[in-house]
């Protein structure tokens, strides 16, 4: 995240970065913002072992399903 301008230690710090910024921001200013960093983040977990380890969670789950579908409750 940082090379993507966003130094900060972790995500919650970058979503708190985020959300003192956009206070003083118009609604539509702070929804652009708050997307471009979420883009980032994106970006960055691709990158990154979250990413990696994503990947392998769903070859896994693929495999294991062999196409059935897998939900998941909260």
């Known amino acids: 995240m940082a090379r993507a301008?966003?130094?900060?230690?972790?995500?919650?710090?970058t979503q708190d970065a985020?959300?003192?910024?956009?206070?003083?921001?118009?609604p539509i200013e702070a929804f652009k913002a708050e997307k471009r960093?979420?883009?980032d983040?994106?970006?960055?977990?691709?990158?990154?072992?979250?990413?990696?380890?994503?990947?392998e969670r769903e070859t896994y789950y693929?495999?294991?399903g062999a196409g059935s579908r897998v939900t998941m409750t909260l």
């Open 5 to 13: 301008g966003h130094p900060h230690p972790d995500p919650p710090a």
């Open 37 to 39: 960093v979420a883009v």
């Open 62 to 64: 693929r495999r294991l």
């Open 41 to 55: 983040e994106s970006r960055c977990a691709r990158r990154s072992s979250l990413g990696a380890a994503a990947r």
């Open 18 to 26: 985020v959300a003192r910024k956009a206070a003083g921001l118009t």
